[in-house]
């Protein structure tokens, strides 16, 4: 069973830059494809980013196209979200997840889940 971890959250200001890391263990992620969720205070858990098991086909959220980008590298089996231009709105914690079977955005069929990062973005 495929571990995530999480890193790279943190507090930066509005317009400023973070990029997160999933690291997997205990399976290689290039058998899964994987995605990136958020979930602010009070609020549902939200789609991100997705990206195919070979990283040939990525999909976001209207909201963040354009400023975040997904990425992996399989030999490293790490799976990336790079953030720029980033919003007040943007905080929340950030969770990879993966799932053998592409789920794009529905969240409820990813099968395996990190913990997650904090993000904070300042005003």
């Known amino acids: 069973q495929v571990q995530l971890i999480e890193s790279g959250g943190g507090l930066v200001q509005a317009g400023g830059s973070l990029r997160l890391s999933c690291a997997a263990s205990?399976?290689?992620?290039?058998?899964?494809?994987m995605g990136w969720f958020r979930q602010a205070p009070g609020k549902e858990r939200e789609f991100v980013a997705a990206i195919r098991w070979s990283g040939g086909s990525t999909t976001y959220s209207d909201s963040v196209k354009g400023r975040f980008t997904i990425s992996r590298d399989n030999a490293k089996n790490t799976v990336y979200l790079q953030m720029i231009s980033l919003k007040p709105e943007d905080t929340g914690v950030y969770y990879c997840a993966a799932d053998p079977v592409f789920s794009g955005s529905r969240v409820y069929e990813y099968d395996y889940w990190g913990q997650g990062t904090q993000v904070n973005v300042s005003s």
């Open positions: 205990g399976g290689t992620l290039s058998r899964y494809h």
